[in-house]
């Protein structure tokens, strides 16, 4: 029996079903405002959903933090029954969530000494978090401590890679990287940038390339080279393209030794910036950190 509670954010796109058979919790990674109305993703909206708002208007599309006191009634409520808990946040170099939520556990900790709350940076979104709340959670069910759990989280997180392929660029000005006028000339080039999530938590650019299906090909190639094995366990994110996603997991079972594969919405927490046709990949080989 599992003596930990694991706990993740949207932004590791980990369907309800399955986060619901392995006992994970899962919070918003932040609330999505659209045409000034807040919505909680997968409660109040599904990600489809805010797709197709994105694609009516963009400019009404904005995201915001949940608030420390939010983080706080969390915390309250889990803690009412479970004495640990680990924590498992999208990337701290891509969104103050960790930094709040590690805030507000120090005040929990104030009027409930009782419960532990250890956070692990997942220092990735999507797949790349996802696995690792996975592993996390396997390991809580085998009983591990608190401490193990965290050390299972940590070392996952160290052979998960993840790579993807943006559809546009049309909706990049969202992020704030460029002007909307710049995303929109840009856009109609047709440039699918493909990014990789590096170690240090970040996104940045590795290729590209104009036509989907290279690549995808090409997306599909640099995961040999970056996990060093054709054996690995798959976790593929889509925004609102699930034909695409579930080809392009047809393509790497074609391709490599596939362990487990798991197709799952991208949150449009992240999404709204990359636009509707993003694919997002995590990988990891096979684990063996309790033997």
Excluded: W
């Excluded at 109305?37 to 409660?43: A, G, L, Q, R, S």
């Amino acid at each position: 029996m599992a003596n930990v509670l694991v706990v993740t954010d949207t932004v590791a796109c980990i369907p309800s079903e399955l986060a619901e058979e392995l006992n994970i919790e899962i919070i918003p990674a932040a609330i999505l405002n659209i045409g000034g109305k807040d919505y909680i993703e997968d409660v109040d909206i599904t990600a489809d959903e805010a797709y197709e708002y994105l694609k009516q208007d963009a400019d009404k599309f904005s995201t915001t933090p949940v608030t420390p006191e939010y983080l706080l009634a969390q915390y309250r409520k889990l803690g009412k029954e479970n004495k640990e808990i680990l924590f498992i946040p999208l990337s701290s170099a891509l969104s103050a969530l960790m930094k709040t939520a590690t805030i507000m556990a120090d005040e929990y900790k104030k009027e409930a000494p009782e419960v532990n709350i250890r956070i692990v940076d997942s220092r990735g979104v999507a797949g790349t978090q996802g696995l690792v709340a996975l592993a996390a959670a396997r390991a809580a069910a085998k009983g591990l401590s608190l401490e193990e759990v965290a050390s299972v989280a940590e070392k996952t997180r160290q052979v998960t890679g993840g790579l993807m392929m943006l559809d546009t660029l049309k909706y990049i000005y969202r992020t704030g990287r460029m002007s909307k006028l710049k995303a929109r000339l840009i856009s109609l080039l047709n440039i699918r940038p493909i990014n990789k999530m590096m170690e240090d938590g970040t996104i940045e650019m590795v290729d590209r390339d104009r036509k989907r299906e290279k690549g995808l090909k090409k997306l599909a190639d640099m995961i040999g080279k970056e996990a060093g094995t054709d054996a690995l366990h798959f976790a593929i994110s889509h925004s609102a393209a699930r034909e695409m996603a579930e080809g392009f997991a047809e393509a790497l079972k074609a391709k490599y030794n596939v362990l487990s594969m798991l197709i799952s919405n991208y949150s449009p927490v992240m999404g709204y910036g990359g636009g509707p046709g993003c694919i997002f990949v995590g990988f990891h080989p096979e684990l063996d950190f309790t033997a």
